[in-house]
Nanobody, 122 residues
């Protein structure tokens, strides 16, 4: 079992930056694909980005490519989502997830955090 806890969300203005953290416990995240997803009111959960085992590769949705990055601190068992140049359309609840074979499909992830709200005002 892996427990995930997100933090770092908040209310910011368009153009600002935020860094979300996802702290894992129970097992090391070295063995998992770590993904970030978001869900806006009335919309389906949307893939944001993911990092492969040991952070060797990252992949992002087109909507955030060039603005968001993912990093992981294996010593702290924590993954980060750095969000720059935020836009109002980035407003959503952001979730981190862990899976053995995760990709862009949320069904491929086994463990989820509770989410953290990000609100971007125009």
């Amino acid at each position: 079992q892996v427990q995930l806890v997100e933090s770092g969300g908040g209310l910011v203005q368009a153009g600002d930056s935020l860094r979300l953290s996802c702290a894992a416990s129970g097992r090391t995240i070295n063995n998992y694909v770590m993904g970030w997803f978001r869900q806006a009111p009335g919309k389906e959960r949307e893939f944001v980005g993911r990092t492969l085992w040991r952070g060797s590769s990252t992949y992002f949705a087109d909507s955030v490519k060039g603005r968001f990055t993912i990093s992981r601190d294996n010593a702290k068992n924590t993954v980060y989502l750095q969000m720059n140049s935020l836009k109002p359309e980035d407003t959503a609840v952001y979730y981190c997830a862990a899976g053995s074979y995760g990709n862009t499909d949320p069904a491929r992830y086994d463990y989820w955090g509770q989410g953290t709200q990000v609100t971007v005002s125009s």
